[in-house]
């Protein structure tokens, strides 16, 4: 059955994974990981052998060549109907951090927020897609945080410092293939208390309209990620704090904040 959320099917949970000094793919099944023989992205196959989840370190679960974001999604956030195209900003790659890695706060900045998000992972090249083929081209969601320094935001030219500041983008734990992500629970948790409640139904710009948006000027290619923005209030991060992202059907990205080194 497809919905405005994409296909809705058997939910399968894959995981990027490093173990015994390797790096690995696999299908998350209870405590234990299904090895893949390659990367889930393209054909592959179990190769019947099992590791213990508890045993691996979870990376970000893809390796993009690009990652982009979308501003003043919910109108919770935005204040607003948010009417108008998708507000289009990019991160970087080497801001991804993996489930239980640091989210390290700049020396420099003394008001950085969490940004709980449902984030789109392309499985297929993307170019001038229109809405109604956008299933065919997102291979399945991901929880997300982009970690904002505010004060960079409203006093550089470019948010690239503000939004893509190494440990500045959690991802994960898994990728959720099979969810109508068009309907989700995403919730964020600071210190285990709720600070973010809302359904990505309430999204302003549904996926359909992200990709297609999006590949009309950016080509998006396998593995690359889409942050979908963020619901209500954020608040100031402080060393010590533990943040919790849970999406319905996907998990929980938990990452514990650190100060960063002066140097």
């Given amino acids: 059955m497809t919905v405005s959320g994409g296909a809705i099917g058997e939910v399968v949970k894959y995981v990027r994974y490093q173990h015994a000094g390797a790096v690995g ?13 390659g990367n ?5 196959a179990e190769t019947g052998e099992t590791v213990a989840l508890a045993d691996v ?38 801001s991804l951090v993996g489930h239980g890695d640091a989210i390290v706060l700049p020396p420099d900045s003394d008001n950085v927020h969490y940004e709980g998000e449902m984030v789109i992972v392309i499985g297929k090249r993307a170019q001038n897609v229109p809405e109604d083929r956008v299933a065919d081209h997102v291979f399945g969601v991901s929880a997300g945080n982009d970690v904002s320094a505010r004060d960079w935001q409203s006093s550089d030219l470019q948010w690239v410092r503000a939004k893509a500041s190494d440990t500045f983008g959690p991802v994960g734990p898994v990728v959720a293939r099979g969810l109508d992500y068009g309907n989700l629970l ?3 948790r600071v210190n285990g208390e709720v600070r973010q409640s809302e359904r990505t139904s ?15 000027y950016v080509t998006l290619e396998p593995g690359d990620l889409i942050f979908t923005g963020t619901p209500g209030r954020t608040r100031r991060l402080k060393p010590g ?23």
């Fill in 57 to 94: 370190t979870l990376l970000p679960p893809t390796v993009p060549t690009k990652v982009l974001a979308v501003g003043l999604n919910y109108a919770s956030h935005a204040g607003g109907s948010g009417a108008g195209n998708p507000q289009l900003f990019a991160k970087l790659p080497s």
């Fill in 186 to 188: 995403l919730e964020t």
């Fill in 40 to 44: 889930f992205l393209v054909p592959h």
């Fill in 241 to 263: 704090d533990v943040v919790e992202v849970t999406i319905e059907g996907v998990g929980t990205l938990r990452n514990r904040v650190v100060a960063g080194r002066r140097d």
């Fill in 202 to 216: 309430h999204l302003i710009h549904n996926v359909a309209k992200i990709v297609s948006f999006t590949s009309r």
């Fill in 25 to 37: 793919y696999g299908i998350v099944d209870g405590p234990t990981v299904r090895v893949l023989n």
